[in-house]
């Protein structure tokens, strides 16, 4: 009699997650968890719309909650929750509508607690152990935060059932994903550039190393900056949706004076997923409102009141991400802002977005450069460049990292995937002899 699995994998992303679990074939298997897609984008919904006061939100994930969001149902959305992993933010409480409100690091639970059901309805078995992915860095240069940020998801973890936790970082993950694809000894360089962080690993495979449990060895070095997709939508919105609501937009002239900047931290609050929410609040909208005279321009401030009183930082902050897509390799997009005023819009292009992007694009190349300082490999000894993660579609950002290692063969991975499907294999080197 076959016994079932217990264990699985799971890639908890900034933007997109995935789990995995042990096939009829025996092999690792990316669980359907959302109308017959492997990967869902890491969001939550909870709905006050329709439940009376004594009843909890209704909490809708992935697809479905971004759907809520865009159709108008009340609630709140919660997107970027694993950027909160590692900050003071992690055990305080959110507002989400109707009276309720959430600890930041149960939303994480509530987001692993859902994957956990579908995974188990697939595997007809309840799991226990996880392998989970995490960045090379959570928080750059802070050791202990680095720490705490992997405790609270290990917490988050076990609260929801898995009695054994173990982790594995994300650019490995990737390198086991190709390395099943070699015939050959080679020296991989996997750039993964997700939502959150840009992790680099120098690593060796090859058919020789595939079985081995243990490939401390083989990891000639590990890297990354707290830098990618998300910091990327920040600076479009920056660059393009924010000027109309008043960014970088000048006070009104004096006498003998140079008109002042506007005060600019609503700005970054709104481009920044995970702290939205905190620029709704009665006080804050209350001190907007009283800022009326800081604008020179009547209309900029009249709009960033319509962002602000009509909750429309979420929608504007998809709207930036859809324009970086849509530029992505090549071309241009227009950005209609009807939502904010009939007739507005603004628009970007290749040359612009790279210009709004530059200070990033330029920490993910030199953290780059500094995974092959850090191993004594020169850029020439490189055998091949392994993409994967969402923002590895910004071409511009790929041409740069090519440029670093010119002789390697530049592979792309697949984007959402190949963390999950590294980390099936992990697990299942980890756990399967175990269990089998």
């Known amino acids: 009699m076959n016994v079932p699995a217990t264990f699985c994998a799971i890639d908890f992303g900034t933007s997109n997650s995935a789990i995995a679990v042990p096939g009829r074939n025996g092999r690792m298997a990316l669980v359907d968890v959302e109308n017959g897609q492997t990967t869902m984008p890491t969001a939550v919904f909870y709905q006050v719309e329709g439940r009376s006061a004594h009843e909890p939100p209704l909490s809708l994930y992935g697809r479905a909650a971004l759907a809520a969001y865009i159709e108008g149902h009340e609630g709140r959305l919660m997107r970027s929750m694993k950027s909160v992993l590692g900050s003071s933010l992690v055990d305080r409480q959110t507002e989400v509508g109707g009276g309720h409100a959430v600890k930041y690091l149960d939303v994480v639970g509530g987001y692993l607690q859902h994957l956990k059901t579908l995974a188990e309805r697939s595997a007809g078995a309840p799991l226990r152990e996880a392998v989970l992915g995490r960045p090379v860095y959570f ?10 940020a992997q ?15 173990s982790f594995q970082f994300e650019p490995i993950a990737a390198a086991l994903d190709y390395e099943i694809t070699t015939d050959r000894e080679e020296l991989v360089l996997v750039a993964d550039i997700g939502g959150g962080t840009s992790d680099f690993s120098l690593v060796r495979v090859g058919p020789q190393r595939r079985e081995r449990l243990d490939r401390r060895e083989d990891i ?7 830098v990618a997709g998300t910091d990327f939508d920040r600076q479009v919105e920056l660059a393009t949706i924010l000027p109309t609501c008043g960014y970088r937009g000048l006070g009104p002239a004096r006498p003998g004076a140079a008109p ?5 931290r609503v700005y970054f609050d709104l481009a920044t997923w995970h702290l939205i929410n905190t620029v709704y609040s009665a006080p804050r909208v209350h001190e907007l409102r009283q800022m ?5 321009d009547p209309f900029q401030h009249a709009r960033l009141m319509t962002v602000v009183e009509e909750h429309l930082g979420h929608a504007l ?8 897509i849509a530029v992505a390799e090549g071309g241009s997009t227009a950005i209609d802002l009807g939502l904010l005023e009939r007739g507005l819009a603004a628009s970007l292009d290749e040359t612009r977005a790279v210009d709004a992007l530059e200070a990033e694009l ?6 780059l450069r500094e995974t092959l300082q850090a191993a004594g490999i020169g850029p020439e000894q490189v055998d091949v460049l392994y993409l994967t993660g969402g923002s590895t579609g910004f071409a511009p950002l790929v041409q740069r ?7 390697a063969r530049a592979i792309h991975g697949d984007r959402q995937a190949s963390v999950a499907q590294g980390l099936g294999l992990h697990a299942q080197r980890l756990h399967g002899a175990v269990q089998g």
């Open 220 to 226: 000639l070095a590990n890297h990354g900056v707290h």
């Open 401 to 407: 990292l090519e440029a670093a290692v010119p002789g």
């Open 317 to 324: 902050l998809a709207q930036a991400e859809a324009a970086k």
């Open 362 to 367: 330029q920490r993910i190349v030199t953290a």
């Open 139 to 148: 928080v750059d240069d802070e050791p202990q935060r680095d720490q705490q």
């Open 260 to 264: 002042r900047e506007v005060p600019s």
């Open 151 to 165: 405790d609270a998801l290990e917490a988050a973890a076990r609260a929801v059932g898995f009695t054994e936790v």
């Open 292 to 296: 009326r005279s800081f604008y020179g």
